[in-house]
């Protein structure tokens, strides 16, 4: 019987030794499996913007150019790239890259994809000041633009930007969204919609592979069963933890939590179309009247940073307003008497269902009964408060907003240029000021760095003093790692990048 | 018999055509723009009202609803779902294997569970067992799906670590979300088992059969529990139709991606094909299991049976 | 007619000495009686009011201040809770109320003229029957949007057919009674009779699926906010509670447990009742 144990033992060790030796040569992995908290809505990068399908497309497309660590635009599928004049710019593509239906990447499908998307509701406006996408050889687009814009070339990082293969779209039709065909490092193996969506490893891929194999991505929208599902081992990636389970994350052997920053704040909006919110000073005076970082300490704990400007510190020319939270309550009354509103009024704040927003709206609700004003919240599913936003209907409204890429035009320009102010724009705060217009329209033309900066600069210290948004947080991700997974690589768009996990 | 079920699946027609109609007219006044939906949020107002009028939008009611029934019965297209562009069909395909995984197991559960319960009840009535089991079985009924959900996920996902909190790709994800969801029904079961051998068992016959010296055990199963089926099964189908509506609770709690969870999602985001079809197709499964039950009947009761023409 | 009267009066107090002797009725009776006195109450029992936030003295666990602890704003959750009891009763009993008139109307009508008018109502309940009542409360409410008043329309509305159809039956039975004829044959207008002869006689299944309604009515209504399709913050609905306090599960699991067990209390004191109420008008079952 010793015998036996003994030889049995010997054969284990010899085997794992041998599992162990094949791993360290090769450092490939199997499954990653990984709990999001949404499904993909479709795989056709144009047509959709929302993360839960950007974090997915996002590993089987890529780019023309991407953001690097240090915030430059640097070529991706293209080699390089120039910009001749003001308005014309030529990309030189990568030769030999192959879609994963066998085709080679030619200039053709980049234009093919940007002229779509520049008809795809979703993704048109960063293809606004586009005037024509031409193929100048197999390997050469070029580019003119009607007027010169600073924010283009950073559009065309945005993960929905991304370049699709002509034939395959073409041949796929209306199952364009379910039959991805991309250049990226992982292809599409399996969608069980509801159930998995499995990718796996595009052993063709151009550049570095991946160490995962495959990728299995679950969705758990309940964020406390994501969790739960991390620490039984169940997944090895969990998506947004909450912050009820940071600690339980980080003090848990075995697990990491990871954050990045996001390039998105969460906000307090006010309509300064509707009496009396455009009035400054009643503006002002419901700023005065919360006590900010006492709400995010209360919602989000340490969690976050009080966020002081509209556009996040992880983007280009942000600008701390130190300034602009002050809880000031008799100050708050004193606006409003000023104002004439001396024995309040009744408001309502539009917020969707998402618990944090919630949250916000009901202290928010609470804190400004002290200053006599009446709040009555409005939830809805976030789709249709958009769309009651954009109609122009909300009073008050809570949003998270944020940008695809670093440019500060994309959150700016649109949220506060009175161009927007208008049913369907993104103004939601009706927000007309011909000082901001024009300072707004010039950091369109101005390309110097710091001279952008100083522009946008003054543009952050008059929506400060104006104040129709009240800033609340600097949203952040959230992500929860464990298993045989080592690392993993982020990026503020949430786009979350499986083929750099090891 | 076989004309009986004819001419009740023909029935069914106009019945499913009043439900789409029913449903076709609460999300028409709900609020929120379809046409927004579909273009997405941040399209101009002319984006979108030329999108409502490619929809067919701005037609009249009734134009829109026949055009719907019309493309129903043609071609069996429930439509497109607005928000991921796919045929609801196909979305509601995807989705059904969940539910009807997660509503049979909880039935199994619980006739499995509450109908040996409600036979041990009443051949030992009044006894503790009988007691302390409908007690039981009264604090089942009145325990809401969402809160034992929660309890159960509480203990056995959370302090156990028993069994998984979502999903349902093995079977032991089954499990949680298939008995909170069967709770209620093994309370039913077991309670009408009893009540309605307890009828049978104070009929003369009975009285005659053990008379006639038959063993207990016999007489519980082959007489009573036989002539007492016909209410449970009555009551199987009924409770049926319950778990198909405590499923959409059920799928929500455990993240299933099931038609329910599919349809409060669908209701929250306004994208109304897929509400139109998920309402439409539960109550097609609703329908088509109480005829099944009234089928049922005919074999179980002859007496019934020779009522069928 | 008087003999008719005295009978009747000598059948409620009997259904009530019935009723007296089950003890898990009676329990669910007195419960019933407790929540209604908190309801009406409320301002003097609780002591804190419902929205009033302490965010230093959030997530305290039951102790003596709160005894049932406080939420993550810090308000009181006792507070709340019965506070919640306004709102549920609320939703259950005027719910009913709209199903029983609405039902029973229709019921009555539909059984008392018989024919195409049957026959049009009777379909029509059919076809509102043919969805899961859960399912139909849910589309209205989100047709109908957000709030307390929209909530008891949508679970009232889906209710409708069951006393529909339990009226017919009733009325089925009793139009044919000698009194009716008698009625009917002095000349009596038919809606004079229907709501003098026939509804009164009708009382008893209606009161016994009344009580298990509102039970139902209080599920539903609960388990629409629960998915986020009731009621607004800061009303203190117990199934928006609970939503809220799913996201604590772990750490405040307290923060589930009341609003949960409140629920379940009402549900189960209602359905008791129901069945005990059941029993005792049910002459079968009498002995």
Redesign the interface.
């Known amino acids: 019987m010793k015998r036996y144990l003994a030889l049995l033992l010997s054969v284990v060790m010899i085997l794992s030794l041998g599992i162990t030796a094949y791993a360290d040569n090769d450092k490939d992995k199997d499954v990653l499996r990984v709990a999001a908290n949404a499904e993909a809505s479709t795989l056709d990068p144009s047509q959709t913007t929302d993360a839960s399908s950007q974090q997915i497309f996002n590993n089987i497309f890529e780019t023309l150019v991407y953001e690097d660590e240090n915030q430059n635009i640097v070529g991706k599928l293209a080699e390089s790239y120039e910009q001749v004049d003001d308005t014309t710019y030529v990309f030189h593509l990568r030769q030999g890259i192959m879609f994963t239906n066998g085709e080679e990447l030619k200039a053709s499908d980049v234009v093919f994809t940007y002229t779509r998307n520049a008809d795809s509701p979703k993704v048109a406006s960063y293809f606004r000041d586009v005037e024509s996408v031409t193929a100048t050889g197999d390997y050469e687009v070029e580019i003119k633009l009607t007027q010169p814009s600073a924010p283009f070339l950073t559009g065309l990082t945005f993960a929905s930007n991304a370049i699709v293969n002509e034939k395959a779209i073409t041949e796929a039709g209306d199952n364009a969204g379910t039959q991805p065909v991309g250049t990226g490092p992982y292809k599409l193996q399996s969608w069980n919609k509801g159930v998995k969506l499995t990718l796996e490893r595009n052993e063709e891929y151009w550049g570095e592979k991946p160490v995962f194999r495959t990728v299995e991505v679950v969705a758990v929208p309940?964020?406390?069963n994501r969790t739960i599902e991390l620490e039984s081992g169940n997944v090895d990636i969990a998506l947004e933890i909450?912050e009820?389970?940071h600690n339980?994350v980080r003090e848990t052997e075995g697990l990491q939590l990871l954050e990045q920053p996001a390039r998105a704040t969460t906000l307090l909006g006010m309509n300064c179309s509707k009496a009396p919110l455009d009035d400054v000073r009643v503006r002002q005076a419901i700023s005065h009247a919360l006590d900010i970082p006492?709400i995010v300490?209360?919602?989000k704990g340490d969690a976050v940073q009080v966020a002081y400007s509209e556009i996040s510190s992880q983007m280009k020319y942000y600008k701390e307003e130190t300034d602009s939270h002050v809880y000031d309550v008799e100050k708050a009354k004193e606006l409003l008497k000023e104002a004439g509103y001396e024995d309040g009024f009744e408001i309502s704040v539009l917020c969707d269902?998402k618990?944090e927003n919630?949250?916000i709206?009901?202290?928010v609700?609470?804190l400004l009964q002290q200053v006599g004003i009446k709040v009555?919240?409005?939830?809805m599913e976030f789709a249709t408060m958009c769309s009651e936003a954009y109609a122009g209907n909300s009073e008050l409204f809570i949003v998270g907003w944020g940008s695809g890429t670093m440019d500060p035009d994309t959150v700016l320009f649109s949220c506060f240029h009175s161009s927007n102010a208008v049913e369907g724009g993104n103004n939601w705060a009706r927000f007309v000021n011909p000082e901001c217009d024009a300072l707004l329209e010039k950091s369109r033309v101005v390309f110097d760095d710091a001279e952008r900066g100083e522009v946008y600069a003054e543009i952050q210290d008059l929506l400060a003093e104006e104040c129709p948004w009240i800033n609340i947080w600097e949203r952040k991700y959230f992500v929860g790692i464990g298993g045989n997974v080592e690392s993993m690589v982020m990026d503020p768009n949430s786009c979350y990048s499986y083929y750099k996990v090891k | 018999m076989i004309k009986y079920i004819l001419k009740r699946i023909l029935y069914l027609i106009p019945?499913?055509l009043?439900?789409t109609l029913?449903?076709f007219f609460?999300?028409s006044?709900?609020?929120g723009d379809p046409a927004r939906i579909v273009v997405g949020e941040s399209a101009s107002l002319e984006e979108v009202e030329a999108m409502r009028e490619s929809m067919g939008l701005n037609d009249p009611f009734f134009v829109r609803y026949l055009r719907y029934v019309r493309d129903l019965f043609l071609h069996g297209d429930l439509g497109t779902s607005y928000k991921s562009g796919l045929p609801v069909m196909k979305e509601i395909m995807s989705a059904l294997p969940s539910t009807i995984k997660l509503s049979l197991a909880a039935i199994i559960i619980a006739i499995l569970v509450g109908i040996p319960i409600g036979i041990i009840s009443a051949t030992k009535q009044y006894s503790f067992f009988d007691n302390f089991t409908m007690?039981l079985g009264?604090?089942g009924?009145?325990?809401?799906?969402?809160?034992l959900g929660?309890?159960l996920?509480?203990l056995f996902s959370?302090r156990l670590g028993w069994f998984p909190p979502s999903g349902l790709t093995s079977f032991r994800h089954v499990i949680l979300p298939a008995f909170a969801l069967g709770t209620q029904s093994i309370a039913v079961f077991a309670r009408m088992t009893r009540s309605s051998m307890l009828e049978v068992i104070r009929q003369d016959y009975i009285r005659t059969v053990r008379a006639k010296g038959q063993k207990e055990s016999r007489i519980t199963l082959d007489h009573v529990l036989r002539n007492a089926l016909v209410p449970i099964v009555t009551v199987v189908g009924i409770q049926f139709?319950?778990l198909?509506?405590?499923a959409?609770?059920c799928e929500?709690i455990f993240s299933i991606n099931g038609v329910g969870r599919l349809?409060?999602d669908a209701?929250?985001q306004r994208d109304f094909p897929v509400?139109q079809g998920g309402?439409l197709f539960?109550?097609l499964a609703?329908?088509l299991i109480n005829l099944i039950i009234d089928i049922a009947y005919a074999f179980l009761d002859p007496k019934i049976k020779s009522q069928y023409k | 007619m008087n003999q008719k009267k005295e009978k009747r009066y000598s059948l409620t107090r009997e259904t009530f000495t019935r009723l007296m002797k089950n003890r898990?009725a009676m329990f669910g009776l007195f419960i019933l009686c407790v929540l209604v006195i908190t309801a009406i109450f409320a301002d003097q029992i609780a002591p804190y009011s419902y929205?009033q936030?302490d965010?230093l003295n959030?997530y305290k666990a039951p102790c003596k201040g709160h005894i049932f602890g406080t939420d993550?704003?810090g308000r009181d959750i006792f507070s709340r809770v019965v506070y919640g009891s306004r709102i549920s009763l609320k939703v259950g009993f005027i719910a009913v109320s709209i199903a029983v008139v609405a039902g029973g109307l229709l019921g009555a009508v539909a059984g008392y003229y018989g024919g195409w008018t049957d026959n049009l109502i009777m379909r029509?309940m059919?076809?509102?029957m043919?969805?899961?009542?859960?399912?139909l409360a849910?589309?209205?409410a989100?047709?109908l949007?957000?709030g307390l008043t929209n909530l008891m329309i949508a679970t009232g509305i889906a209710s409708i057919p069951t006393y529909a159809r339990i009226v017919r039956a009733s009325v089925l039975g009793i139009k044919e009674q000698e009194f009716v004829e008698a009625a009917r044959a002095v000349g009596t207008r038919d809606f004079t009779i229907l709501c003098k002869h026939i509804l009164p006689n009708c009382l008893a299944p209606i009161i016994v699926q009344a009580t298990l309604g509102v039970?139902f009515a209080i599920?539903t209504a609960?388990?629409l906010s629960?998915?986020?399709?009731g009621i607004?913050?800061?009303t203190p609905e117990w199934?928006a509670m609970?939503?809220?306090a799913?996201?604590?599960?772990?750490?405040y699991?307290y923060m589930?447990l009341f609003p949960?067990l409140a629920?379940?209390?009402t549900?189960?004191s209602l359905?008791?009742l129901g069945?005990g109420l059941r029993d005792a008008l049910d002459p079968k079952l009498r002995q």
Do not use: H
């Open positions: 309940e964020s406390t909450p009820t389970d339980r006492t300490k209360a919602i269902e618990k919630l949250d709206a009901t202290i609700q609470q009555k919240i409005n939830t | 019945v499913m009043l439900v029913i449903v609460l999300m006044i709900t609020k007690i009264l604090i009924i009145s325990m809401p799906i969402f809160w929660l309890l996920i509480l959370v139709g319950n198909l509506g405590g959409v609770l929500t349809m409060v209701i929250k509400v309402v539960i109550s609703f329908c | 898990l929205d936030m965010l959030a993550e704003f029509a059919d076809v509102i043919s969805i899961p009542a859960t399912l849910i589309s209205i989100a047709a949007g957000a039970a599920l609960a388990g629960f998915i986020g399709l607004e913050p800061p199934g609970l939503s809220n799913r996201s604590y599960i772990r750490d699991s589930c949960g629920i379940a209390l549900i189960f359905n008791v069945d």
